[in-house]
């Protein structure tokens, strides 16, 4: 938002001001298959940024629909397999690499470091079944299999009491428990495993906003007098927006200092303060940059952006300098533009670049 | 109370039905629903396993397997699904909806080689029982789907319907027990009324009125009821008038008895000692007369000797003057009548007693009641003279034209002795209260219309209405104990009325003085087929 913000006052792309709509699903795939259809019927030239794994794999046949109108999602935060595969993978866009990718990345540090019984926590839907996938292929290189399984239904908030979860995984003595899960949910399971004193290293993935997961816990903290930020990975798709050497990490905070945007109107929530600077936001702010140069290459008629002339300069999108050190491409038969996945740890309540994964060796 | 015990009784029967019904129904219902839903559920399964493993064929080795979990997801949403899995070639499940994690039973299930579509019972530790339906994907070479249907959550329903089903029943049970407290109340409220109807009854109480309005069978037994308490009333009162006038009789025919043994060992007395008498009273009388004669002529020998020889010896003259003899002479004659008086009122009083008694006159005769009356008179004549308290009383006769009448004449002097004795009885006690100072009874006989009519009528202060009321009952009496017996005038009214049919009636007023008046046929035995005179009822006057 930041970032369209300053784009829209420094006169916008091509002398056009950017229109964003927004309408809350509330992560109910339902609402985004509605809010999709109300979205295309307003004749909106692409989709952006959709955020969540059940939401966007239940949408995606949607756009399969609308195939003639030839309506794109761009980077939506989500690294499911589905919009990257067939069918689906010519009316998507993806920035970010996928959740397989990241959790593939966590089992091989975890191998790596000798913590080869993994264990496994993740949302009883596609999401879930998403990180799982991931985890069950990474082990499968080293012919192993994952140790034990534990879900929880979408939807369920910190109050949800996951110990029963915790004591399954913890009764099968794991080396390490990669978490798939939503913020809330994952801070759960954390909250359950330390209260049972169990320190095992959990790790979670880039899905969860981590500041907001700190903020939570630390809470928790404050009011149990116990420490729950140890032994804790995080898998992150975009570098730490920590890294001042890189631009984009400079220019993402002098955006969000300069526009200190607010949440879209009616998505304020009472007590809720959103982290200043996150991941996730980072995520969305380099998503933002990257549409709109794709929109700076797109040729309009008539003084109109038309969708094929859209696909077409994404399509033709070479070595782009984002700002993070990795150079973007998109073709019509590649459209994953990253597939790095960094990772962090809990330095002083915060999560910092994790460098050294010698330290987690069993 | 009646009421609620019937009520109870009635409820008793009503839950009693109430729950066979509910019992019944409620069974029937659970086989019912339990047959339909499981039915249902398995054939919502079959579809669901076949659905899945249609697209399945289409999905699994192309698609990631978050588009398998999105499909999954879908059909557990159907109602009755608990969980769906799906498992590939290699008996690994790629994609399940078990939260917190695959149960170990549903892993063993995984390693069972099936071909078809499969239908198990399986039951699911701590979580509950299930129907497990799969069916290979691709004949086995695509893996298999899973589709637990939960058994419970049919018992759930079942329980809901059955909840459902008796909190109705229970409803349709109060609205029952309302009706029926209200109808039996309905039918209970006149049975009660009745009931103390009956109470009031047994009570000898007869309520002339119950108001029980209802048009039903309790209606018409109430009518029933009243009719007849009624007539038990009635028969209740005539039985009491019976057994009142029975007592009455036995009474009297006790004291009769008494009386009349009495009377009878009296008269057997009288009648001898008057035997006794009238014998040397009779030869006192008739030989008066020739002592008469021979004084007579005595003095006329005397007389003789005294006109030959006017001078007699000195001696002679002496004695005579001594005895006094002309007065002698002359007194001579009236002592004898003097005598002669005497013997004459003995006779008459031993004739009187001898005519009262009348020993041989308990059977029926025709009499001259005026001698019976005389006779009596004669008897009470020494109660009527001038006492110091009183002056005399005199009798005053108004006689009528009397023929013989037939009557039991000793009975009746009976009566005319208690009616004249209770005259001057009422006299005595009340002289103080006659006006004129004159004491008198008044006897008085009429014939009107083929009966005698005999008054007996006094002067003296009357009888209060309600003493009148009781003077005929026996030992009813105002006398001092002692003085009476209370049975004169209860005999009295017997026989006047029982023995000849006639009437005794009282009449007096307060003051003015009381009047005895009796009525009797002059003809007793032609006006009856039966006499009045019974064996059985009076033995004592009959032997005698």
Redesign the interface.
């Known amino acids: 938002m930041a970032y369209f913000e300053s784009v829209n006052r420094s006169g916008g792309v091509n002398g056009k001001r950017i229109e964003i709509r927004t309408y809350d699903d509330s992560y109910d795939p339902a609402k985004t298959i509605q809010n999709t259809i109300r979205l295309v019927e307003e004749d909106a030239l692409l989709l952006f940024n959709y955020v969540g794994t059940p939401t966007v794999t239940r949408m995606l046949p949607l756009l399969n629909h609308y195939r003639d109108l030839d309506i794109q999602l761009f980077f939506p935060h989500t690294g499911a397999q589905p919009q990257r595969q067939f069918p689906y993978r010519d009316r998507v866009f993806n920035l970010r690499a996928s959740y397989d990718r990241e959790t593939e990345g966590l089992v091989d540090k975890f191998v790596a470091t000798n913590r080869k019984k993994i264990a496994i926590f993740y949302q009883a839907d596609a999401y879930g079944r998403s990180g799982w996938n991931g985890v069950q292929r990474g082990l499968e290189k080293y012919g192993l299999d994952i140790l034990e399984e534990a879900t929880y239904r979408r939807g369920a908030d910190y109050d949800t009491d996951l110990s029963e979860q915790v004591e399954l995984l913890r009764a099968v003595e794991p080396d390490a428990v990669i978490v798939v899960g939503s913020d809330k949910a994952s801070a759960a399971f954390i909250r359950d495993a330390r209260d049972a004193d169990w320190d095992v290293p959990i790790s979670i993935v880039s899905f969860v906003n981590t500041p907001n997961l700190l903020s939570i816990l630390s809470q928790e903290s404050r009011e149990t007098g116990r420490d729950y930020d140890f032994n804790l990975v995080s898998s992150e798709v975009v570098p730490s927006y920590k890294d001042l050497s890189l631009p984009a990490v400079r220019e993402y905070r002098n955006a969000i200092d300069r526009y200190n945007p607010e949440p879209p109107q009616g998505f304020e929530f009472e007590g809720y303060r959103s982290p200043r600077y996150s991941h996730t936001s980072f995520e969305g702010f380099l998503n933002a940059k990257l549409l709109v140069e794709i929109l700076k290459n797109t040729e309009t008629k008539d003084g109109k952006y038309h969708r094929e002339a859209l696909v077409e300069a994404a399509e033709s999108l070479k070595d782009f300098d984002l700002g993070i050190g990795t150079p973007i491409s998109f073709n019509a038969d590649d459209r994953q533009a990253l597939n790095t996945v960094y990772y962090t740890t809990v330095e002083n309540g915060r999560f910092v670049p994790l460098h050294d994964w010698e330290a987690w060796a069993e | 109370m009646r009421r609620p015990s019937l009520f109870r009784k009635i409820l008793i029967g009503q839950i009693v039905i109430f729950g066979l019904v509910a019992l019944g129904t409620s069974a029937f219902s659970a086989w019912n629903i339990y047959r339909k839903l499981m039915a249902e559920r398995l054939s919502k399964g079959k579809a669901i396993v076949s659905s899945i493993v249609y697209t399945s064929q289409f999905l699994l080795e192309?698609?990631?397997?978050?588009?398998?979990?999105?499909a999954i997801?879908e059909f557990l949403a159907i109602e009755g699904v608990s969980y769906v899995f799906a498992i590939d070639a290699d008996r690994n499940i790629i994609?399940?909806?078990?939260?917190?994690?695959?149960p170990t039973e549903i892993r063993a299930l995984t390693n069972s080689e099936t071909t078809g579509t499969v239908v198990r019972e399986l039951e699911i530790e701590g979580v509950g029982q299930f129907i497990d339906i799969s069916s290979p994907i691709l004949l086995g070479v695509g893996g298999h789907a899973h589709v637990g249907i939960d058994k419970s959550e049919v018992v759930a329903h079942i329980r809901e319907a059955i909840v459902q089903q008796l909190a109705l029943i229970l409803v349709l049970f109060a609205l029952s027990a309302i009706a029926s407290y209200l109808l039996i109340r309905q039918i209970t409220q006149p049975l009660v009324q009745l009931t103390e109807y009956a109470q009031q009854l047994s009570a000898r109480n007869f309520p002339s009125d119950i108001d029980i309005r209802s048009t039903d069978e309790i209606g018409l037994l109430a009518a029933t009821m009243q009719s007849m308490a009624s007539e038990i009333s009635g028969f209740l009162a005539r039985l009491e008038r019976a057994v009142d006038d029975t007592t009455r009789k036995l009474q009297q025919a006790q004291s009769q008895v008494v009386h009349n043994e009495k009377m009878t060992s009296l008269g057997q007395m009288v009648a001898g000692v008057a035997h006794e008498i009238n014998n040397p009273v009779g030869f006192i009388h008739s030989n008066t007369s020739h002592v008469s004669e021979y004084v007579k002529e005595l003095l006329e020998y005397l007389q003789l000797y005294r006109v030959y020889y006017p001078e007699p010896h000195p001696e002679i003259q002496e004695r005579s003057e001594e005895i006094e003899l002309d007065f002698l002479q002359e007194d001579l004659e009236k002592t004898l009548g003097s005598m002669r008086m005497g013997t004459n009122r003995i006779r008459e009083l031993v004739s009187s007693l001898r005519n009262f008694s009348r020993l041989d006159e308990s059977a029926i005769k025709a009499v001259n009641l005026h001698e019976g009356i005389d006779s009596t008179l004669v008897i009470l004549r020494h109660r009527l003279k001038a006492t110091s308290d009183r002056p005399e009383i005199r009798i005053v006769k108004k006689y009528g034209e009397l023929p013989l009448v037939e009557c039991y004449p000793s009975q009746l002097n009976q009566v005319f002795v208690n009616l004249i004795g209770n005259a001057i009885d009422a006299l005595e006690s009340a002289t103080a209260r006659i006006e004129d100072g004159m004491l008198k009874v008044e006897i008085y006989t009429a014939v009107i219309a083929d009966q005698a009519i005999i008054r007996v009528r006094d002067n003296g202060s009357g009888i209060p209405a309600e003493v009148r009321e009781k003077i005929f009952d026996p030992f009813f009496t105002t006398k001092p104990i002692g003085k009476g017996t209370g049975l004169g005038l209860s005999i009295s009214h017997h026989i006047v009325t029982e023995k000849h049919r006639g009437r005794l009636v009282c009449r007096s007023e307060s003051g003015y003085g009381t009047e005895f008046e009796i009525v009797i046929p002059l003809c007793l035995t032609g006006e009856s087929e039966a006499p009045p005179t019974d064996e059985a009822e009076l033995p004592a006057a009959e032997r005698s």
Do not use: C, G, L
């Open positions: 192309s698609s990631p397997p978050e588009t398998t979990q999105n997801d994609a399940h909806t078990f939260v917190p994690t695959i």
